[in-house]
Structure formats: structure tokens, C-alpha cells
């Protein structure tokens, strides 16, 4: 079962960087950064938002460079591809479809860091307001060191249930972040499942690390915990505008869209 690379490689990437650092257009440097199809078709002019938001604030600049520089872990569900690309991903959700708030997008930028990046907290801290400094570490796992793969395995189901009670408090730009986050990661696995036969879905099945079923029952109850707390953000009258409240529910409904894509096309099984 083959796998379509859609990211930038190590040479590629160096390439971004260099055209980073003359100040070239950045709708020019990235225009072949291939996204998922479903972000790609629903996100015509991230490149040019994205692009304004680094014009007016050099730190969405230094948090795209740090990224592509010293992220290069490969995704887990798919080898091809590389996690710097989720995370400009998630950017461009957020510039096209939330506010070009500099510190947002740099939080979407930096979301994964703790993950994969060592001394990344000493970076963050140094390096970005406490604006951006804590949205990243709302959507940061708690740390724990395991003594092996299977005692890290068995303490996923606690992780994720803190994970849903640290979501049914958090503010309206915090969800928004949660949500690009979510939507690139589900909108990859799409992407994929549309290009394999029912006998290869099976097989992809089996690369959930907890199973399909667990992940399944996690993004659905993620989207019930988002509706409600998006209901209370109403209620606390937290939404800054009624623009605000607007985007947010558009964003919590391509999420729940993508939800029931990935299920419908994973119930198609031999």
C-alpha cells in the first residue's frame, strides 16, 4: 500500500528556510506545500494571510522558521510525512478561518513542540509573549516519563480523559486552536482512507495506536465536549463578537463533517 508524500524533504525544507530569510513573499516560498485535500479546498488564501500576519509581527516568522528547522519527526499513521507540515497546516486553518491574531498563529506553529523538540520550554519561554507561551501549553499533554512503550500505552485512556477535562475550560481562541489541530490531524487520515481499496483500510485500521474504536469514541466525544463548552462560552458571554461566535461554529461543524467522513469511510470494510 503506497502513501503519496505531500510534504517538503530535508533539501526542500533548507530551501524554505533560505527564501525565509531574505524576506521573500511567502505565498511564493510555499507554493508547493501540498496540504490535505480537505484543508487545501477549504483554505484559498491562507498563503496570502499567513503571509501578512509575518509581515506585521517577526515572531509568526521565527515560530514558522523554528518549526521547519528542528521539527522533523515523521507522522506517525504516515512515514512520508512530516510533522512540520501539520503544523503549518493548522496555522493556515487558523489564519483563514479564526483571526489573524499573531499570537494564535504562532501557537498553532508551536503546538506540537513539546513532542518533539528538546529544550522547546526554554525556547517558548525566552523567545514569545505570555499570550502565545500559554496557548501552547493549554494544548500541551502533561509530561510523564514512562519506563517503557507499553506502561506509555496503558496510560493513554487517563491522558486523554484529562485531556477532554482541560478542553471543557478552555477560552474561545483556545478552542479554535484545539480545532485546527484536530481538523488537520483528521483530515490526513481522510485523505488517505479515500485512496485505498476496503482491504487496505483494514490494514490501516490496525496503525490507530489504540485501536479505531477508542479513536472513533475520542474525536466524537471531543466534538460533544467543543459544543458544549462553545454553549458556555455563549452563556459566560466570553465570545468577543458575535463574528467570533460565528467562526467558531463553522469551524466545530468541519470538524464534526470530518468525524463522520473518516467513520463512514472506515465502515467500509471487506
Excluded at 501557537?107 to 519561554?125: C, K, S
Excluded at 479513536?215 to 460533544?224: A, E, G, P, R, V
Aim: hydrophobic share 35%.
Amino acid at each position: 500500500m503506497e502513501k503519496e508524500d505531500k510534504v517538503v524533504n530535508s533539501n526542500e525544507a533548507l530551501s524554505i528556510l533560505r527564501q525565509l530569510e531574505t524576506g521573500k513573499d511567502l505565498s511564493e516560498i510555499l507554493v508547493d506545500v501540498n496540504l490535505s485535500d480537505f484543508v487545501k479546498d477549504n483554505t484559498k488564501i491562507w498563503k496570502v494571510r499567513l503571509n501578512k500576519i509575518i509581515e506585521g509581527n517577526p515572531k509568526v516568522k521565527e515560530a514558522l522558521i523554528y518549526i521547519i528547522k528542528n521539527y522533523t519527526k515523521k507522522r506517525k499513521n504516515n512515514p512520508d510525512k512530516f510533522g512540520r507540515m501539520h503544523c503549518v497546516e493548522a496555522a493556515s486553518l487558523i489564519a483563514e478561518h479564526w483571526f489573524c491574531n499573531p499570537n494564535e498563529v504562532s501557537a498553532a506553529l508551536l503546538h506540537d513542540v513539546w513532542e518533539d523538540i528538546p529544550n522547546w520550554e526554554e525556547y517558548l519561554r525566552n523567545t514569545y509573549n505570555e499570550d502565545t507561551v500559554n496557548m501552547v501549553w493549554y494544548l500541551t499533554e502533561r509530561d510523564k516519563t514512562w519506563d517503557s512503550l507499553e506502561a506509555k500505552k496503558a496510560s493513554r485512556k487517563e491522558r486523554k480523559l484529562e485531556e477532554m477535562e482541560k478542553i471543557s475550560s478552555f477560552m474561545p481562541e483556545v478552542l479554535a486552536l484545539k480545532l485546527g489541530d484536530l481538523i488537520s490531524n483528521i483530515a490526513e487520515t481522510v485523505d488517505d482512507l479515500e485512496k485505498l481499496s476496503p482491504e487496505e483500510r483494514q490494514i490501516y485500521r490496525e496503525w490507530f495506536n489504540a485501536g479505531y474504536d477508542k479513536q472513533i469514541w475520542k474525536y466524537s466525544t471531543l466534538n460533544d465536549i467543543i459544543e458544549s463548552r462553545i454553549q458556555a462560552c455563549k452563556d459566560e458571554q466570553l465570545f468577543q463578537n458575535e463574528e467570533e461566535e460565528k467562526n467558531l461554529e463553522l469551524f466545530v461543524n468541519k470538524y464534526k463533517f470530518l468525524v463522520e467522513k473518516m467513520d463512514s469511510l472506515m465502515s467500509v470494510m471487506p
